[in-house]
């Protein structure tokens, strides 16, 4: 496979590449799971060095790697967005240790089980079409990881500093980072911890940033969950960690005297906390009615709610709602949807949700129903958000002159 290059030595995806592609994708899609396991077992055999970038297990993400080829193929037509969405998998791909060198050797492997499970359907103008979508692809990836090496580092070594219980499996862990670490009020932060070396969870601050950097994460422990209950039951004052960059979109923008809707199922309430406080800080609530719904299947898993009582009484503005779903309590029963449904009018709100994928999925789809438009829905998925995030609307092609 020729090493990567210059965008501008490279021949550009035609549209036969993309037809031919596209076409080929159709065949494999039902094999995805066996391509997938084929290719890294290929990698791994031929580029044994590489092997000590990924986690020993990797059964649950051995899918992503295709599924974000799917994504890349499905956006060819849209290369604004497509820059994007490979600009940000770049990024996110310094925290591995992942080298510009490595991507020639996933892009052969690659092909190699492409064709494997294409069978009769492969052929030589198949194999330069996918060779194309690749480098183009990889380029565009390699291309932001060295821009962003140029102002941060890949990660951040901390060190955790106190661990609070707060009941139901949940606790709340702070670390100090060794160097400053900048985010804005609603990011999230990925974390590896060494009892799971190379697995990367999200976690969000649930605060807005602090002077000494400190950050403050909201851990489940989830049944049979290795990140998060190895923080919530073995993780001690000073175990290391490290950081990967503060990322995701939810964040508060100027919202042009709409009032502020704010969901939030579970630890989703991290980083809704987070904003509530920069929205304190910014002043947001002086002409701004701000209200919070908050969720949990019962009364006892409703985290968090003490404190968010206890910040309506100092912010006059804060309006606080708590929902359980599976209990009979005085108070609102149902589902977040459900309850959000009930309420409202929120045409004319700037909405805000964290939680989990299920929760998300019902309640912006409320949200929409009560005529919200999809920008003024804020939210950052919670399945593998580097695939799922919200990209822009299709944008132009002269704007993308990059692939
Ligand atoms: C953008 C984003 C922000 C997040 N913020 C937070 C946060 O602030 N606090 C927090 O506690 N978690 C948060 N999460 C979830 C977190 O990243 C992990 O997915 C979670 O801690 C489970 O990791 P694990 O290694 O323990 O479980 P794994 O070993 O990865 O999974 C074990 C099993 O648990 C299931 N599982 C995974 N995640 C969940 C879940 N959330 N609920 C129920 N079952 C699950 C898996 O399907 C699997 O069957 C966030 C996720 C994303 C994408
Ligand atoms: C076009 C090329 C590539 C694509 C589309 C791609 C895609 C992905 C995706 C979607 C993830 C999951 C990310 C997450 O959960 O946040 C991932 C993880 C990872 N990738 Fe890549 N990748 C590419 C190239 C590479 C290369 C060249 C390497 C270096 C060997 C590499 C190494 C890793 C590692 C170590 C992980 C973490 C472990 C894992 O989650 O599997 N990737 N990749």
């Avoid at 849209?78 to 992942?98: A, Q």
């Avoid at 219980?165 to 060794?178: D, F, K, L, N, S």
């Avoid at 042009?256 to 920069?278: M, N, S």
């Amino acid at each position: 496979m020729a090493p990567s290059g210059p965008a501008s030595a490279q021949p550009p995806v035609s549209a036969e590449d993309v037809a031919l592609v596209r076409a080929s994708l159709a065949v494999v899609a039902p094999h995805v799971a066996d391509l997938a396991a084929y290719f890294y077992h290929i990698l791994f055999t031929r580029y044994p060095q590489v092997k000590d970038l990924f986690p020993a297990e990797l059964d649950v993400q051995r899918e992503r790697l295709v599924r974000a080829l799917l994504r890349i193929v499905e956006l060819v037509d849209d290369p604004g967005n497509l820059i994007e969405f490979c600009s940000r998998l770049g990024r996110g791909h310094r925290k591995f240790g992942t080298q510009s060198a490595h991507y020639p050797a996933v892009g052969e492997c690659l092909l190699q089980a492409l064709s494997h499970y294409a069978g009769p359907a492969w052929s030589p103008e198949l194999a330069g079409a996918w060779q194309r979508a690749y480098t183009a692809a990889a380029e565009v990836m390699v291309r932001a990881a060295e821009e962003d090496a140029r102002h941060r580092p890949a990660v951040w070594d901390a060190r955790i500093v106190d661990r609070v219980h707060r009941g139901h499996g949940i606790a709340e862990i702070t670390v100090q980072p060794q160097q400053p670490y900048p985010f804005v009020a609603g990011q999230y932060v990925s974390v590896e911890t060494p009892w799971v070396p190379r697995q990367w969870r999200h976690y969000s601050p649930a605060h807005a940033p602090r002077p000494d950097s400190r950050l403050t994460f909201h851990v489940r422990a989830v049944p049979g969950g290795k990140v998060s209950n190895a923080l919530v039951h073995h993780a001690r004052l000073g175990d290391p960690v490290r950081l990967g960059p503060p990322e995701g979109d939810m964040v508060l923008r100027s919202t042009k005297g709409r009032d502020l809707l704010f969901v939030a199922g579970g630890t989703g309430l991290a980083p809704i906390r987070a904003l509530i406080e920069q929205a304190a800080r910014d002043g947001i609530g002086i002409s701004q009615e701000v209200s919070l719904f908050i969720g949990a299947r019962t009364a006892d898993e409703l985290y968090g709610l003490d404190d968010m009582l206890r910040m309506s009484q100092r912010y006059h503005w804060l309006r606080v709602r708590a929902a359980v779903s599976h209990q009979r309590i005085v108070g609102l029963e149902g589902t977040l949807p459900e309850v959000i449904a009930e309420f409202g009018p929120w045409y004319r709100h700037e909405a805000y949700l964290c939680g989990p994928p299920q929760m998300l999925g019902g309640a912006v789809a409320a949200l929409r129903r009560h005529g919200i438009p999809p920008h003024h829905i804020r939210y950052d998925p919670w399945d593998t958000p580097v695939l799922t995030a919200p990209l822009g609307p299709p944008q132009p092609e002269e704007e993308t002159d990059q692939l």
